[in-house]
C-alpha cells in the first residue's frame, strides 16, 4: 500500500557532499512527520533528522551545523542535504515516514529499503 523510495546514497570522500531523497507514494491520505534514519556497522540505528508536516525539524547532534532536512509536502519527498561529511557518517541511512493510510484514522510508521553511504578517509 506504502512505499518509500530512496536515492543518492554512494561513496564520497570527506569533506564531500550528497543529498538523499525519499518520495513517499501509495493510498496516503497524510503525512506527519518524515525522518531519517542511520545505521552504522555494529551499532544500533539512531535518528539522524526529522521534519514535521509544518516545518519543524531536529537534528542528531552529531550532524547539527553540516546537514540540513528538508520536505516538500506537494510530492511527498523529503529530502537530506550532508555536508562536510566525516567517515564516521558511514551507514545504511533510511528513510521513515508516519502517515495516515485513506480511509484510516490510526497513523503507522513506513521505512524505506536504506542506501548506503560511505565516507572514505
Known amino acids: 500500500q506504502v512505499q518509500l523510495v530512496e536515492s543518492g546514497g554512494g561513496l564520497v570522500q570527506a569533506g564531500g557532499s550528497l543529498r538523499l531523497s525519499c518520495e513517499a507514494s501509495g493510498t496516503i491520505s497524510s503525512i506527519t512527520a518524515m525522518g531519517w534514519y542511520r545505521r552504522a556497522p555494529g551499532k544500533q540505528r539512531e535518528l539522524v533528522a526529522g521534519v514535521t508536516s509544518s516545518g519543524v525539524t531536529n537534528y542528531a547532534n552529531s550532524v547539527k551545523g553540516r546537514f540540513t532536512i528538508s520536505r516538500d509536502n506537494a510530492k511527498n519527498t523529503v529530502y537530506l542535504q550532508m555536508n562536510g561529511l566525516k567517515p564516521e557518517d558511514t551507514a545504511v541511512y533510511f528513510c521513515?515516514?508516519?502517515?495516515?493510510?485513506?480511509?484510516?484514522?490510526?497513523?503507522?510508521?513506513?521505512w524505506g529499503q536504506g542506501t548506503q553511504v560511505t565516507v572514505s578517509s
Open positions: 521513515n515516514a508516519q502517515l495516515y493510510l485513506m480511509g484510516s484514522i490510526v497513523s503507522n510508521a513506513y
